[in-house]
């Protein structure tokens, strides 16, 4: 449910209309869904052999740590607090301030954003158990809305023939293979977020079990998902009339259904986002909490609340950040700089297979990548791919994220003399 959670937000109901305008083929679109599935898929088997070896509060940040040092976690934790997850828990809720304007249109949109930041903030304040609790609701909620949509377009809706030649609209070759590689980045971000589960492994029952599943059967329920909803979009709208279009999910079920469904739809996006804004808040506290406990960062920010439970200071922290974010406005920007750097960190964490088990072969592996070595390095070269288009797509910004990566520096550094330790004592959650 965290998985599911957490990728599923609004990018599905946003993105295949702008992909259809590079690539107008349906088979090209489906397959674009399926790559980036598989893509995904790839990522998840490896970070499942990390999360079983090292059940940790902090996921990522800990496989980093482990295979590279202590900078190269706190590096990734950096970028992650003061850009990657706040833009993310900002930009959800402004997401979900939109949609529902929707139905309260005389609300301000950057107050409705920063007040479920500070609702959901303090639903997680209060307890993991009512975190956890929103977070199941809110995914059967998801899944049940985008299953039923999938039903009632298969079985009832007013569906049009869908023309599967590869290339129905003659576009040159060149353009039209440039423009499935532009579609792919957007799938990829479509699916961002399946690593978060990896964070909260130190509360996960059994977690050298479960941890792999989770991984695995959520990256298969999201990517079943993401194919039969971009199927039923296919079936309401021919490709001229979807090219370009980013409301797509509203546009094809006012084909399919009528125009009275358009609340409906914008529900479901509410809901999604809702629950995808939980994960989030939920999830990523676990890697601030992680670095406090390797005292490189607050040591507040590594203290359970004595009766709740929970990381309570982490929580404020990352509340008023990201409301303050989601208040200025400022996160749009701030992610641009960060799409190099996010994408540099996970091929890190994929190629952390490769270092640990040649530097300790020895460590338990209850769980082991199928496929291995060609199945990471599938992914690493996959995202290699992503990374080298970005950096020319995007030379500034990338080389200003790189800018605020190594401003992390100094800032470690700060934090390990403060703390008066070497910066390699580990305290497991």
Known sequence: MMMVGIVIGSGIFLTTGIMARSIPSPTLILLAWL???????????????????????????????????????????????????GGS?????????????????????????VGVIVLLSAFNYIGVGLGKSIQNIFTVAKI?????????GL???????????????????????????VAIIAVQWAFDGWHNVTYIAGEIKDPRRNLPVALIAGTLIITALYLLINYVYLLALPMNEMAGVVRIAERSSTALFGGATAGLISAAVLISIFGALNGAIFAA???????????????????????????????????????????????????TYVVFVTLTFWIAAVAAVFVLRRRRPDMPRPYRTPGYPVVPAVFIAATAAILINTLFARPVESLAGLGLTLLGIPVYYYWRNRSGVGGNEHAEA
């Open 35 to 85: 790559v980036g599935g598989a893509i995904t898929l790839t990522g998840a088997v490896t970070f499942a052999e990390l999360g079983a070896a090292m059940p940790q509060a902090g996921g990522q940040y800990v496989y980093l740590r482990e295979a590279y040092g202590p900078l190269a976690g706190f590096l990734f934790g950096w970028i992650l607090f003061l850009i990657s997850m």
């Open 89 to 113: 828990i900002a930009a959800l809720a402004v997401g979900f301030a939109e949609y529902l304007g929707y139905f309260l249109p005389s609300l301000s949109g950057k107050v409705v954003a």
């Open 144 to 152: 049940g809305a985008m299953a039923a949509f999938i039903i009632l």
């Open 155 to 181: 079985t009832v809706g007013r569906v049009i023939e869908i023309d599967w030649t590869l290339n129905p609209q003659g576009v040159a070759s060149a353009s039209l293979w440039v423009g499935f590689g």
């Open 285 to 335: 506290l676990r890697v601030y909490y992680a670095m406090a406990r390797d005292r490189v960062f607050f040591q507040k920010v590594g203290q359970v609340h004595p009766r709740f439970g929970t990381p309570a200071f982490a929580i404020l922290l990352q509340c008023l950040w990201a409301g303050a974010l989601a208040l200025t406005g400022t996160y749009e920007q701030l992610f």
